[in-house]
């Protein structure tokens, strides 16, 4: 049974690791909006890298 | 703000008639179109970013690639709005609106109504593809704000405004911005306060797994007492940080000598983390602090509730509001006559920022209203208000006093006349001289009236205070007799146990659940039918009103499309389509109004030579026919003996054809559709009256409508109605009153309960507890009902508590209580309040209120 005078300082450390991200989470501002992050998942990034010529062909690939 | 919806209005078109429309997916983001249907080709749209970003897919051929749209490179800017907001950059006014400004960046929080839905967010996020000058763009979807970061040397802060507007997304510029102080932490310190909480209640929970299961023989005294003194050390910043507010509120009502409902909350915590920390010093045992932290968790998970359901639903309350920030004024000197310019045409202040015919153009400026004073000139054009109290100089005024006096039928003024704030100019454009400063004027005074301040010592009895000012004396009553009685029995140590046991089982931390579980969902409930309520308070208030008072222009009758009946020789299809094609060059709302009614599917006209005298008449040549249509009297003048002898209920207008007198369109205010049936609901069981500004030309009909016993008021006066609601409150009536429009503002504020009335939800913010969507005026009885059951709600989760706090008493005064007994059993009574507040709310919305998206859309 000792081996708790291990574990429980060990399992209280661990928990305090996820109360510190927990206030780290908080302060910067993540809990700030619940609501549009969970909209803005749905979006795709946008496609910069794509150069504009390939979009305008597009359009013809699938209409024909 | 007016201009700014001004600038969308022309492109709404209704649907087939309000309310008829069933509901229209919207062919961009699917959502039901609510009040708003955008057309584009054969597509619908519910919002102009859906409309937008479709019609920007179509153009660059990516129809099926929504997501990939290259929207840049796209000129949405519509070059004279730009003009309109340049004000914006004065330093001054811009110091005040942003929120982090240098040379190379500036930062700016906007509050965007138009925000609801997926395609709004993609579109606004996507701003730097369509300008560069952008830097970042994010929403807040629940606040409806837009953060924009962008570079201001190479776009000015009223191009930013301008381009929103242009997008479809005005955003909502008020003085209230202005004033407003930075976002405050309050929602991050309340996180932290539950996440420490949930924290300490989850790790005490292992901590006394053995004492819960009885395996003390096997872990020996001594983890019992290692473990209570790691519990002691998690419970501590509980204790301290996550319950900071129930202590400031109980000692604020303490001093203040109200028992609010906090006061026997600090008075459980205090004792069971005293009693638990005598356990653990003396080595009697663990003490509570797993059922102490776990209170804690649950409390804040209401108190998060609470507030989530109140961020959605704050709104603004500050008559600056209805206000224009900045206006048109003319530089000294500039005395000529401006208008007469381009007055009838659809788009009036395109033409008129374009055209060359504009000879007075470098003599306007654009200034904010704190920079105006007596005897400035102004420029007040179509659809804006007058800022303050003013003489009209020129131009023919047609002022639509609805902010002010709530009656739609605007004032036709000759020069010479006092104008006053909250006007707003119809047709042509006027100039005015302002006579009294902005702050003084009679709707300001109106506003300021101590009247206008709703007395705040109501709301503190609420349901919940008075159960607990009764309950707390109780519990330290019958703390204090288990006490004596077993001091009197000789068993001291049992009496401290039995005095400290009562405190912490009757703690009434369910109680405190039951409010904000069961009033909150009503709110969101009510929410989702177009029914926003300023607070849960407001429903125990409505629960409570005897009384009704009505207003009845916007509110029993629709200012909308009403009733419109053409008298006289019937008119052919070829006539109708004329008389269509005239009114659509008419921003006159009879003209609207005349106009929705005879479409049917035409295809306008060609007109020529259109002509409109503002207030009173317009004419146009169509297919060489001369139309014209307007009032008796103007026709009159042109020899046209118009047959107004009788007076028919409603506004009248006349039509000639080439001279020729063909009949009159009668224009009623139509009731709203199932008012009756609603005014018969309310009418058993409450007392009912009726205000109105209007003349008593509707007597009769609304006496019909209301019963004999209903009090008529007519001609009134925005302060007649405030006495009216005055006197009927010294009487001992609760009352709730209906209305819409600024002259009800004070009304509103002097009931009980005041409704605002708006046609579009969103679009109007009056002094109010309350604002109805048009729409859900007819369910008002409904809304009552539902407001009553959700009280009987509440008072039922107080009793369920109430016998969960029995049977806990029922031990705890024997001293009987065990650490294991109070952590299932505690948390056990809130989640059952929780439970039940909620679902039942949910229920009763169900079946009491109309379906969201049927009949109340």
Redesign the interface.
């Known amino acids: 049974?000792n081996v708790?005078f291990i574990l429980?300082p060990l399992?209280?450390l661990l928990?305090t690791c996820?109360?510190w991200a927990?206030?780290w989470a908080?302060?910067s501002?993540q809990?700030?909006?619940?609501?549009?992050p969970s909209?803005?998942v749905?979006?795709?990034d946008?496609?910069?890298a794509?150069p504009?010529e390939s979009?305008?062909s597009?359009?013809?690939q699938?209409s024909t | 703000m007016s201009s700014n919806t001004a600038a969308i209005a022309p492109m709404k078109t209704p649907a087939v008639g309000p309310g008829a429309a069933a509901a229209v997916p919207c062919h961009h983001c699917g959502l039901d179109c609510r009040d708003l249907v955008l057309r584009s080709a054969e597509q619908r749209f519910c919002c102009q970013g859906c409309r937008t970003v479709y019609e920007l897919l179509i153009e660059?051929?990516?129809?099926?690639?929504y997501?990939?749209g290259?929207s840049?490179g796209m000129q949405f800017q519509r070059p004279e709005a730009t003009a309109q907001f340049s004000y914006l950059d004065e330093a001054a006014l811009r110091s005040r609106l942003v929120q982090f400004d240098s040379e190379k960046l500036t930062r700016i929080t906007f509050r965007v109504p138009a925000i609801h839905c997926?395609a709004c967010?993609?579109l606004l996020?996507?701003l730097p593809?369509i300008n560069p000058a952008f830097h970042e763009a994010?929403?807040?979807?629940?606040?409806k704000e837009v953060a924009l970061a962008f570079d201001p040397r190479r776009l000015k802060l009223g191009d930013v405004v301008a381009l929103l507007g242009a997008l479809g997304y005005p955003p909502d510029l008020r003085f209230d911005d202005l004033d407003r102080a930075p976002a405050s932490p309050i929602?991050?310190r309340l996180?932290?306060q539950l996440?420490?909480a949930g924290?300490a209640f989850?790790?005490i929970m292992?901590?006394s797994l053995p004492g819960y299961f009885g395996l003390d023989s096997f872990?020996?005294p001594m983890?019992s007492q290692?473990f209570g003194w790691?519990s002691f050390a998690l419970a501590l910043p509980v204790f301290v940080f996550s319950a900071a507010d129930y202590w400031r509120s109980a000692w604020t009502g303490l001093r203040q000598r109200q028992l609010t409902i906090e006061v026997p909350i600090a008075l459980g915590l205090i004792a069971i983390f005293i009693r638990s920390l005598f356990e653990i010093i003396t080595g009697l045992g663990e003490g509570y602090f797993d059922s102490l932290t776990g209170l804690m968790f649950f409390l804040l998970i209401g108190r998060m509730f609470q507030q989530k359901t109140y961020d959605r639903l704050s709104f603004e309350r500050d008559y600056k509001s209805f206000f224009p920030l900045a206006v048109t004024r003319l530089r000294r000197g500039g005395m000529e006559s401006w208008s007469n310019g381009a007055v009838g045409a659809k788009d009036n202040r395109s033409e008129r920022s374009n055209a060359p015919t504009l000879p007075h153009a470098s003599r306007e400026e654009r200034v904010s209203l704190s920079q105006l004073a007596v005897g400035d000139q102004l420029v007040i054009r179509n659809g804006e208000l007058i800022p303050a109290d003013a003489k009209l100089r020129s131009g023919p005024a047609l002022i639509d006093y609805s902010f002010v006096t709530g009656e739609s039928d605007p004032v036709a003024c000759p020069a010479g006349a006092l104008l006053f704030a909250g006007g707003r100019q119809m047709g042509g454009a006027i100039e005015v001289e302002m006579t009294r400063a902005v702050n003084q004027s009679y709707l300001t005074s109106l506003w300021n009236q101590a009247a206008f301040q709703k007395d705040d010592s109501g709301t503190l009895d609420t349901v919940i205070n008075r159960f607990s000012r009764r309950f707390t004396f109780n519990v330290v009553g019958i703390a204090v007799v288990a006490a004596i009685w077993w001091l009197a029995a000789g068993d001291p140590a049992r009496a401290g146990k039995a005095f400290v046991s009562v405190l912490i089982v009757a703690c009434p931390c369910a109680l405190a659940l039951a409010t904000p579980f069961a009033l909150g969902t009503a709110l969101r409930m009510l929410g989702r039918r177009q029914m926003f309520l300023k607070s849960p308070t407001v429903i125990e208030n409505l629960a409570r009103v005897d009384a009704i008072v009505f207003d009845k222009t916007g509110t029993l009758t629709s200012t909308g499309a009403g009733a419109v009946r053409f008298v006289g020789h019937p008119l052919s299809e070829i006539e109708e389509r004329w008389l269509y094609s005239l009114t659509r060059h008419s921003t006159h709302p009879y003209a609207v109004r005349i106009g929705e009614v005879i479409a049917h599917d035409f295809f306008p006209e060609a007109v020529r030579s259109f002509l409109e005298t503002p207030g009173q008449g317009m004419e146009a040549q169509i297919s060489g026919r001369e139309i014209w249509m307007g009032s008796a009297a103007w026709l009159a003048s042109r020899n046209v003996a118009a047959e107004s002898g009788k007076l028919e209920q409603g506004s009248e207008v006349h039509v000639a054809i080439d001279g020729r007198y063909r009949g009159k369109f009668v224009l009623g205010g139509a009731l709203r559709p199932e008012t009756d049936r609603m005014i018969q609901a309310l009418g058993s069981c409450y007392e009912l009256a009726l205000l109105s500004g209007d003349n008593p030309r509707e007597r009769e009909r609304m006496a019909g409508l209301l019963g004999k016993s209903a009090d008529l008021q007519f001609n009134q006066s925005p302060l007649n109605k405030l006495e009216f609601i005055h006197n009927l409150q010294r009487s001992g009536r609760r009352v709730l009153m209906v209305g819409d429009g600024l002259n009800d503002a004070g009304a509103l504020k002097q009931s009980d309960v005041g409704l605002a009335v708006v046609e579009e939800v969103g679009a109007f913010s009056p002094a109010s507890d309350g604002i109805v969507a048009a729409s859900t005026v007819p369910q008002l009885a409904a809304l009552l009902r539902y407001a009553q059951s959700v009280v009987r709600v509440v008072k039922a989760g107080l009793a369920i508590s109430a016998a969960y706090n029995l049977v806990g008493l029922a031990l705890a005064v024997q001293g009987l209580l065990s650490p294991v007994f109070c952590a299932v059993f505690m948390p056990l009574s809130s989640i059952t309040v929780v439970l039940f507040s909620s679902g039942m709310a949910t229920w009763l919305a169900r079946r009491i209120l109309p379906q969201p998206g049927g009949a109340g859309q």
């Open positions: 049974m708790l429980i399992s209280i928990a996820f109360l927990f206030i908080v302060r501002g809990y700030d909006d619940t609501q549009t909209m803005r749905l979006l795709d946008a496609p910069v794509v504009k979009f305008d597009k359009p013809n699938t | 660059n051929g990516l129809g099926d690639f997501r990939l290259q840049a997926v967010i993609w996020e996507n593809r994010r929403v807040n979807f629940a606040r929602g991050r996180w932290l996440g420490i924290f989850g790790n292992l901590f872990s020996g983890f290692i790691f």
